[in-house]
């Protein structure tokens, strides 16, 4: 999916969890994913196309989080930016240098890529949000 990055855009996707590295070594993120803003036909606002989705980095090194919730119980992305793309020291694999900008913070690592998987269909309403009830 590292093809499609310049295609996607995360900004107001909503985070509900952060599964952190484990045995498969990837970064696993619980989002609202924002398929699609849809203007109203009265050409006033917008309707989103939405979908629960997990965004998953893969062979995650170098990870660094920097989160400050104060009194916020949201936590949404701004932006993901994908950058220095160079080979591994074995010379086997691309790397790239990811930052997560968060509405309160920001992740930053090293990974191999993503892939991103709907969990469920997606929904369209006036929320940014899916409703997951």
Known sequence: MNDDFDNLAWHDSKVYSIVFPN????????IDFIIEWVEN?????FNFLVAPAILRFENIS???IRIDLNDLAELFIDEVKKINC????????????????????EISFTSTGFKQEYTNVPQIGKEQTYNRK
Do not use: K, M, Q
Not at 23 to 30: C, E, R
């Open 23 to 30: 045995i498969d070594n990837s970064l696993n993120i619980d």
């Open 41 to 45: 036909e009265d050409s006033c606002g």
């Open 62 to 64: 170098n990870l660094s």
């Open 86 to 105: 160079r080979l591994s020291p074995n010379g086997n694999v691309l790397l790239y240098d990811f930052n997560i900008v968060l509405n309160v913070g």
